[in-house]
C-alpha cells in the first residue's frame, strides 16, 4: 500500500498566473518529496513500513514550496529529527520500494493511478534528467493555456504498474 506526497517543478511560476494554472501544472507535473508504503498480507498484518523523504525535493526549499502540504514542512522537520524518515535519493527510494515489493503480489494506494502512473514516472525523468527543459516549459505553457492532455492517457485504464522491472496488479483503495 504506497502513498506519496508531491510538490511540482519549480519553475511553474515563469508559466503559471492563477492559482487554478498553478494547481493544473502541480497535478500534470509532480515531483515526490515523501513517499511512504506498508507491506501487508490479506489480513492486515504489517511486514514492513517505511517512509521516505527524497532528498533532492524536501531540501529544496523553492521546490517543496510549491506543494499543497508545504505549510506542514515544520512537521516534517520534527519526523526527521525524531526518526519517523529515512533520508534518501529519489533513486535509493525506489530501489527500495523495489526490494519491499519482491514477495507482493500486488500493490495498491490510495490514488493508484496518480501515484504509479504520474507522480513516480515524472518524478524519474525529472530528477534524472531524462526530461528536457524545453519539453518541461512546453508542458507547462500547454497546461497553463488549457491544453492538458493528460486526462486522455490510455494507460491508465490499464489494471498494472511497474515497480522497478516487475509488473504488479494495481488497484486503488
Known amino acids: 500500500m504506497l502513498d506519496c506526497e508531491t510538490c511540482t517543478v519549480q519553475e511553474r511560476n515563469d508559466y503559471a498566473y492563477s492559482q ?6 502541480g497535478i500534470a507535473l509532480p515531483v515526490i518529496y515523501d513517499l511512504a508504503w506498508l507491506v501487508v498480507d490479506r489480513n492486515g498484518k504489517v511486514y514492513e513500513e517505511k517512509s521516505i523523504i527524497i532528498r533532492e525535493t524536501f531540501f529544496n526549499e523553492d521546490m517543496f514550496n510549491t506543494g499543497y502540504y508545504a505549510n506542514k514542512r515544520h512537521i516534517y522537520m520534527k519526523g526527521i529529527q525524531n526518526g519517523d524518515f529515512e533520508i534518501m535519493t529519489f533513486n535509493e527510494a525506489l530501489a527500495t520500494l523495489e526490494e519491499s515489493c519482491q514477495n507482493v503480489d500486488f500493490v495498491c494506494a490510495y490514488n493508484c493511478n496518480f501515484d504509479f502512473k504520474k507522480a513516480i514516472p515524472f518524478t524519474r525523468r525529472y530528477l534524472n534528467g531524462t ?16 491544453r ?4 486522455k492517457r490510455p494507460d491508465w485504464l ?12 494495481l488497484f486503488d483503495i
Open 20 to 25: 487554478d494554472e498553478k494547481n493544473r501544472i
Open 131 to 146: 526530461d528536457t527543459q524545453k519539453r518541461i516549459h512546453n508542458l507547462m505553457d500547454d497546461i497553463a493555456k488549457g
Open 148 to 151: 492538458d492532455n493528460a486526462n
Open 158 to 169: 490499464d489494471p498494472m504498474a511497474l515497480v522497478g522491472d516487475t509488473v504488479f496488479p
